[in-house]
């Protein structure tokens, strides 16, 4: 089987590496070999997997892309993006397989991703033992967009516990509580949460999570306020997480960090949560 990966970045390089000790790989990336082509590689390969910024550049680049696929190859697309852009994409006589994947460039380079995966079960079980290489994954449902829906609601609550953790710390701090004393707290109670047990001591040592862009946390956040107006569901309170997001993006601009909304909170509050040196 012959894998073409579009998209080295700091997920797609790694991802490719992992790959290619299994399967003979083929890659591309524009900044990485302009000389080559997208669609080169799509037409001699069985399967192709993209690891793309997000759905608009999946969206620009794809389509001639998936022309040139072969019938009955795979398209394997790795990028947290919109349902909707995948569906529209793919066309008869090829598979298509979404598989968002959960984790940062550490996880990869370890091959412990995590996947979110949607489409038929017949693509999925070709997909499976690619996704096995790079670490575990969960078939979410038979339609393709599945794994993204999954994988952008997963983040939506994510980013609203930022904020409410965020906010929460703050109230006790300026009531006289220390927000480590708070942690502890909160930690063992109905609060809990993988935030407060994993990322909260690093909210507390002035790291914002400079590992995912905030950008693209604003971009998915509006994509499924997208959905949610599409569907006609309620969606009042993570609209309010949509926005203070996106007002965090207009004061410290598309730069790395998921939890920079936490500091727009801490300026607007005029205090920190940072422990004392």
Known sequence: MRVGVLGLGRMGAPIAMALAKHWDVVTYDP????????????????????????????????????????????????????????????????????APMAGGPRAAEANELTFFVGGEPAAVATAVPLLDALGTHEVIGDDVGDGYTAKLLANLLWFGQVVAVTE???????????????????????????????YLDRLLAGDYAETFGLDRCVEELETLASLARQEGVPFELSELVARLHREALGRFGPVDGELLAAKLLEERAGRTLRRPV
């Open 31 to 98: 900044v990485v070999a302009p000389e080559g082509s997208a669609v080169d590689v799509a037409s001699s390969v069985d399967v192709l997997v993209t690891v793309l910024p997000g759905a608009a550049e999946v969206r620009a680049a794809m389509p001639p892309v998936i022309a040139a696929l072969r019938p009955g190859s795979l398209w394997l697309d790795l990028t947290s993006g919109d349902p909707r852009v995948t569906r529209e994409l793919g066309r008869a006589g090829i598979h298509v397989v979404g």
């Open 168 to 198: 929460a710390l703050l109230l006790g701090q300026s009531l006289g509580i220390a927000p480590a004393t708070l942690r502890r707290t909160l930690a063992v109670g109905a609060a809990g949460s993988v935030f407060i047990d994993e």
